[in-house]
């Protein structure tokens, strides 16, 4: 399948403001997870952010653009908050994957599949993007958390991090279809915890078991 293509970009002759571009995206994202896609519009985002369209238009070709880049930085912020938590010596393995799966409960917890269902059967090539940031963001992150936690002691030695984390990408990509939250009736947030619990449940030390089990039990 050919790689979604992006929005069309600004003119070179435009002059985007990166504070009100950061503030349009923010707006954008609320807008976007609260309504889906058919329902956002310029007009409404316009009015919410107490601005002209013309302003909109001056840092996005369109809605489509807008939109591109609100999941673009979304992908962005799971990458570096999980960089963080990684990066954090005070914090234990189980600590570090609590608080990034907590933040990323938090994160699903704003999207319900209605929006997901809206944006697969009204911007296909927006969809594919948001497959795309996903396969490149799970098999880093979590391959990334699984070097961690052989390192700890935390997660077997004999697990393959680039494979393993591969196997949760296809199992997420699974998990997050519309057609699959519907059937199962859950949400992306739902989802995704049940997921990381089912997936670390194998791959844990005994050590490692005990202190995800008395963290995740809270």
Known sequence: MKAAAPPAR?????SPRPDLRARILEQARVHLFAYGYSAFTMDELATELGMSKKTLYVHFAGKDAII???????????????????????????????????????????????VLRDLQRFAPELHRHV???????????????????QIAGAVRDDISPALAGEFFLHAMQGMLQPATLRRLRVDPETAF???????????LTPNGQKEHEKLFAR
Do not use: C
Not at 131 to 149: A, D, H, M, S, T
Not at 195 to 203: S, T, V
């Open 68 to 114: 591109w880049a609100v999941l673009d930085a979304f992908a962005a912020e799971i990458r570096a908050d999980a960089e963080a938590l990684l990066a954090n010596p005070g914090l234990s393995f189980a600590e570090k994957l609590r608080g990034f799966a907590q933040g990323q409960m938090e994160r699903l917890a704003r999207i319900t599949p209605a």
């Open 10 to 14: 600004l003119s070179p002759t435009a």
């Open 193 to 203: 915890e049940k997921g990381l619990r089912i997936f670390f449940g194998g791959l």
């Open 131 to 149: 497959e795309e940031l996903r396969n490149k963001n799970i098999p880093y992150v979590f391959g990334r958390f699984i070097e961690e936690g």
